[in-house]
């Protein structure tokens, strides 16, 4: 069956760093467009940042632009969130997930992983 692990969350200091990263496994991954979003206490979950099937292509939304990079390894079935300048309002559980559609809508994704937590302190 289809896995995506996240990992790399935790707790940083605003203006820090941190990496995530989402192994994946049970699927064609270079086949499908990978993205990350996330979800605050008592919102929706929100796009973030999307890459195409090669990374070629990639998408971010206007609250990260400039602070976070969206990387994979199709070799490696990974995708990866570098996040630097962390604010407290990026503080969510983030989530990846995958879809052959569109890259930005929570709806159009296929398959998710289970999370993991990012804590920005002021």
């Known amino acids: 069956q289809v896995q995506l692990v996240e990992s790399g969350g935790g707790l940083v200091q605003a203006g820090g760093s941190l990496r995530l990263s989402c192994a994946a496994s049970g699927l064609t991954f270079s086949t499908y467009a990978m993205g990350w979003f996330r979800q605050a206490p008592g919102k929706e979950r929100e796009f973030v940042a999307a890459?195409?099937?090669?990374?070629?292509?990639?998408y971010y939304a206007d609250s990260v632009k400039g602070r976070f990079t969206i990387s994979r390894d199709n070799a490696k079935k990974a995708v990866y969130l570098q996040m630097n300048r962390l604010k407290p309002e990026d503080t969510a559980v983030y989530y990846c997930g995958a879809t052959r559609a569109v890259v930005t809508a929570k709806g159009q994704y296929s398959y998710w992983g289970q999370g993991t937590q990012v804590t920005v302190s002021s």
């Open positions: 890459a195409s099937w090669s990374g070629g292509n990639t």
